[in-house]
């Protein structure tokens, strides 16, 4: 599932490109009896600028927005359709509902998707059917409207994949770096507590070099097997890259985060860890956030190993 700062600009824009098309039939379409016309004059003005807000601001809304923008658009498309001018311009503005089948599968989880899908494609149907519009175009509808689904889902499942480890099934680097500009934004903006961990298996090296890469994979593994179910709700677990592991940790403070941390490093016993962490503090730079971490893991380090450390204040 999209981030807010990915979900905004890709709904927010495909509400503007609904108001064109609607302003397209107003102004170049058939025509119509006033109080048709009336309907797609007011639509069409209004889903630009709803369109243009979202963009702009969407992205301080919180997720269940999208969900009722999504379901917005399949009504407000449905009403357009019923409002065209003649049977032609019906069937060119239900070409509208495969924006739904666009954001719905880019934008949500496949059964969210999928019932969206379920949903456009019924309302389609009903509204071209009212509309006198023959079975044969209706059908073909239905199926590009599936088809599209189908490719996006593909497309974006693919470019999910680009986010995780292959070796973990944990987000990677990049994937941790977009969640951690998102959360704390988030978190600026909330002013809730935020804290992040880096974690190192102590001595990774000299278990690859007497036991091989494969024992070094087994128990990169086996940390992310063991901490995943542990980790708090809401919390983002990556493989950082190498023997190196980060956790985002949203709602805790330092003190807290160090005693999740703490209980996790624990839990894999017979691997030792070091751990530092630190807490996000106002205005203080993503970048200055994770050298923090960074060097209270090194003093974790420097303390002995298999330790956690918390950072000290800026």
Sequence with gaps: MASARVTAPVIGALYVAGGLAVLAVVLLGGGGAGGVSSVLTAIGPGALLAGGVVVRWGRHLPRSAFHLMV????????????????????????????????????????????????????ACTVVLTLCGVAAGPVVALAVVMAAMGLVVATLARRASAASLDGLTGLANRRGFDDALEETVRVAVRSGADLSVALVDIDHFKSINDRHGHAAGDDLLRTVADEWLPRVPRGSVLARHGGDEFALLLPAHAGPAALAVVEQLRLACAGVPLSIGVAAHEPGEPTSQFMRRADSALYRAKAAGRARSVLAEDR
Excluded: E, K, N, R
């Design 71 to 122: 379901l917005l658009g399949t009504a407000l498309i449905s009403t357009v359709v019923c409002a065209a001018p003649d049977p032609t311009s019906a069937v060119a503005l239900a070409g509208m509902y495969l924006f739904i089948a666009v954001a719905a599968f880019f934008l949500f989880a496949l059964p969210v998707a999928s019932a969206y899908l379920g949903t456009a494609i019924a």
